[in-house]
C-alpha cells in the first residue's frame, strides 16, 4: 500500500509559503554579500595570507573605492532571488508538509524504533533530509548564482534564457554531490532544532515555541547543519563554479584537493561560514519558524 501524500497538516500551505518566502526575501537582502564572501574563499586554492585576503574578495575591484568594493558582493543578485525564495520556500515550507506525511504514514514505526520522544525528533530531521534531497531539482539556479559570485566569465555576455538552451543538463553538474551534502546536512539542521526544543525547552508540540526559543533552536541546527556539510559543499562548489564546458568530477576534486591542500581544505571557509553563513541560517529559520504559525492564524 502506498503512503498517503494528501495529508493536512497543522499549518495551512499557504500559511508556510508566505511565511518561508518572506524569511528567503528578508535573508538575501541582508545576507548575500556575506554569501559572496564565503563562496569565493571556498573556491580560492591558494593561501590565504593579509596580503591576499582583498583580491580573494574584491577579485578585481580589489584596489577600488570602499563604495564600489562593497557592490562588487551584490553579483548575481536575480540569480540569487530567484534560487533563495524559491529554495527556503520549498526548505522551510516542504519540511512540514514531509514531516506530516511521515507523521501520518509511518508514526508507530519511528516510535517503535526510537521511543515517543525521540522518534518525534528523528521524524523531524528524516522529514529534513528528504527535503534536503529533493532540493536538487533548484540546482540550475544555484549554480548559476555561484558562477556570478566566483566566476563570472563563464557567462560571456549571455543571458539566463540562452544559458539554459545551451549549457542544458551541464547545470546539473554535481547533482549527486549535493544531494550527498543536503541529506545529512537538513537532517543535522532540522534534527538539532528539535532536540534543543525537546530537551533544552521542553517543548512537545514545537509550533508553541516562542521567538526567543525559535532563535536558539536555529542556532544549534545551523551549527550542526554547517559543520556536517562543510566537506561535500566544499567539493560541490568548486565543481559549480568551473566553467561550463569543465567536465571535471567530483572524485578529481577531491584528489587534487588532499593532494595539492590536505585534508583539512575540506573544511576551508568552515569558521567564517559558521561566523557569517551561519547567521543568516539562523535568522531565516527562526524567521520561517515564527512567521509560519503566526501566517496560519489568516490563511
Do not use: C
Not at 14 to 25: F, H, Q
Not at 63 to 79: D, E, M, N, Q
Not at 204 to 231: E, L
Amino acid at each position: 500500500m502506498s503512503p498517503t501524500v494528501n495529508v493536512k497538516g497543522s499549518d495551512s500551505g499557504a500559511a508556510r509559503i508566505l511565511g518561508s518566502g518572506t524569511s528567503g526575501i528578508a535573508e538575501l537582502l541582508l545576507f548575500h554579500p556575506v554569501d559572496t564572501i564565503a563562496k569565493r574563499l571556498m573556491s580560492n586554492k591558494s593561501k590565504v595570507s593579509l596580503a591576499t585576503i582583498s583580491p580573494i574578495i574584491f577579485k578585481e575591484h580589489a584596489a577600488a573605492p570602499l563604495g564600489r568594493r562593497l557592490l562588487s558582493l551584490f553579483p548575481g543578485l536575480g540569480y540569487a532571488a530567484g534560487y533563495k525564495v524559491t529554495q527556503r520556500v520549498y526548505k522551510y515550507g516542504g519540511q512540514p508538509w514531509f514531516n506530516d506525511i511521515l507523521n501520518k504514514n509511518y508514526k508507530d514505526g519511528f516510535t517503535n524504533a526510537f521511543g515517543e520522544r525521540k522518534g518525534k525528533m528523528v521524524m523531524q530531521a528524516t522529514a529534513g533530509s528528504l527535503t534536503g534531497i529533493g532540493e536538487v531539482v533548484l540546482l540550475p539556479l544555484d549554480a548559476l548564482k555561484i558562477k556570478r559570485q566566483v566566476n563570472p566569465e563563464a557567462f560571456r555576455g549571455r543571458g539566463v534564457v540562452r544559458i539554459f538552451m545551451e549549457e542544458g543538463t551541464t547545470l546539473y553538474r554535481g547533482w549527486g554531490w549535493t544531494m550527498a551534502r543536503n541529506a545529512p546536512g537538513s537532517f543535522a539542521l532540522f534534527g538539532a532544532s528539535a532536540m534543543t526544543k525537546e530537551y533544552m525547552f521542553g517543548i512537545q508540540d514545537y509550533h508553541k515555541a516562542t521567538w526567543g526559543q525559535n532563535f536558539v533552536a536555529s542556532i544549534a541546527g545551523a551549527v550542526a547543519s554547517i559543520t556536517v556539510a562543510a566537506p561535500l559543499d566544499t567539493i560541490k562548489t568548486r565543481i559549480q563554479n568551473a566553467n561550463f564546458e569543465s567536465k571535471v568530477s567530483g572524485m578529481t576534486v577531491i584528489k587534487e584537493l588532499l593532494k595539492n591542500e590536505g585534508p583539512g581544505a575540506l573544511f576551508k571557509g568552515l569558521t567564517p561560514k559558521i561566523l557569517v553563513v551561519g547567521p543568516k541560517l539562523v535568522f531565516s529559520y527562526t524567521l520561517a519558524q515564527s512567521l509560519i504559525p503566526l501566517f496560519s492564524k489568516y490563511v
